[in-house]
Nanobody
Framework: QLVESGGGLVQPGGSLTLSCVVSNLNLDYWTIGWFRQAPGKKREEVSC????????TYEDSVKDRFTMSRGNGENVVYLQMNNLKPEDTAVYYC????????????????????WGQGTQVTVSS
């Protein structure tokens, strides 16, 4: 139900846009999160777009560099990643949470119900 794409190899300072195509879920009523997991590290949530407000929240290390958005009229969620750093290297996943969270949310505290298979992002010169 969630399929990520857009990963690849990019040089430090470069940009990538990841896509998460969501099937059989109405994005108006689901909270969507982007996660990443680097080798040997725990999975961490980097951003989420919460329902019903559409409020976006970011983990501190990606604030001002990553932007999460939703496609107009499409069941797609994007993660625009700018000024990429080697430490951003990881497998990136999108996930869907059926609960709604009016108001601000705390990144990393939500429980997700569905996950994509992930897409590899490698930042290296």
């Amino acid at each position: 139900q969630l399929v990520e794409s857009g990963g690849g190899l990019v040089q430090p300072g470069g940009s990538l846009t990841l896509s998460c195509v969501v099937s059989n879920l109405n994005l108006d009523y689901w909270t969507i999160g982007w996660f990443r997991q680097a080798p040997g590290k725990k999975r961490e949530e980097v951003s989420c777009m919460s329902s019903p407000d559409g409020m976006r929240t970011y983990e501190d290390s990606v604030k001002d560099r990553f932007t999460m958005s939703r496609g107009n009229g499409e069941n797609v969620v994007y993660l625009q990643m700018n000024n990429l750093k080697p430490e951003d290297t990881a497998v990136y996943y999108c996930a869907a949470d059926q609960r709604q969270y009016p108001g601000p949310v705390h990144i990393g505290t939500l429980e997700y119900d569905y996950w994509g298979q992930g897409t590899q992002v490698t930042v290296s010169s």
